[in-house]
C-alpha cells in the first residue's frame, strides 16, 4: 500500500514524536519505520500498526489510487 510520508510526517512532528517511539508504539524496528518512510510503501497490516500507534485512522496515512493518479499527471 502506498502512504503518505508527508502526513506522517506531519503527525509525527505534531505530537513530537521520534520514529523510534513511533515504531516502539507500532511494535516494530526503528530501521523498519526508517525504511517504509523512504521507500513510501507497506503492508496493510503494517498501515495499520503505524496508523494505530499515531492515533490517527488508516485513510489518513494512506493515498487513494485517486491521489496516486494526480502526482502521476
Known amino acids: 500500500m502506498k502512504i503518505n510520508v508527508l502526513r506522517i ?5 505534531r505530537q513530537e514524536m521520534t520514529k ?3 515504531a516502539e508504539l507500532a511494535g ?6 526508517t525504511t517504509i518512510m523512504k521507500r ?3 503492508e496493510a497490516i503494517t498501515a ?4 494505530k500507534a499515531l492515533g490517527v ?3 489518513e496515512i ?4 485517486e491521489m496516486e493518479v494526480r502526482h502521476e499527471s
Do not use: W
Not at 62 to 65: V, W
Open 40 to 42: 513510501g510503501s507497506c
Open 20 to 22: 523510534k517511539k513511533l
Open 9 to 13: 510526517e506531519k503527525e509525527l512532528a
Open 62 to 65: 494512506l493515498i487513494s489510487p
Open 48 to 51: 495499520g500498526k503505524i496508523s
Open 28 to 33: 516494530m524496528h526503528r530501521q523498519n519505520v
Open 57 to 59: 485512522d488508516i485513510a
